[in-house]
């Protein structure tokens, strides 16, 4: 408010502008001064931490227990699904298509043609 040009007027009107600028300074320096602080807000109080109960590590442990069990029986249906799986890789590569005569070996045969008047 202190940036108001007062030179061109007659010296009563810049008396009562000066007037009416100090009483807006001093009405508004009265205003931040009655102003009461903002309420601080309260926190809430802490809650309260209770220690566990004799039932609480029970229900715990038996939610333990539960899932272990269950990780116990996942893992035992893999591994029989991998030895079940083996044993048929094992069946499928063991299987004999022809009868062979254990007798008649590729060295026999072998020993058959030699003529031993050759030496």
Known sequence: MSNVNTDG???????????????????????????????????????????????DHTIQLRQEVAFLTQRVEAMGQVT???????????????????VTDPGTTYSQNFQDQVDDGDY
Do not use: C, D, H, W
């Open 9 to 55: 007027l007659p010296p009563e009107m810049q008396a009562r502008i000066a007037q009416i600028i100090e009483g807006a300074k001093q009405k508004q320096v009265a205003a931040i001064e009655q102003t009461p602080e903002a309420p601080r807000p309260v926190a809430p109080p802490a809650p309260v931490v209770r220690t566990p109960s004799l039932m």
């Open 80 to 98: 029989e699904a991998v030895g079940n799986a083996v044993g048929q890789m094992y069946a499928m590569f063991q299987q004999q298509t022809t």
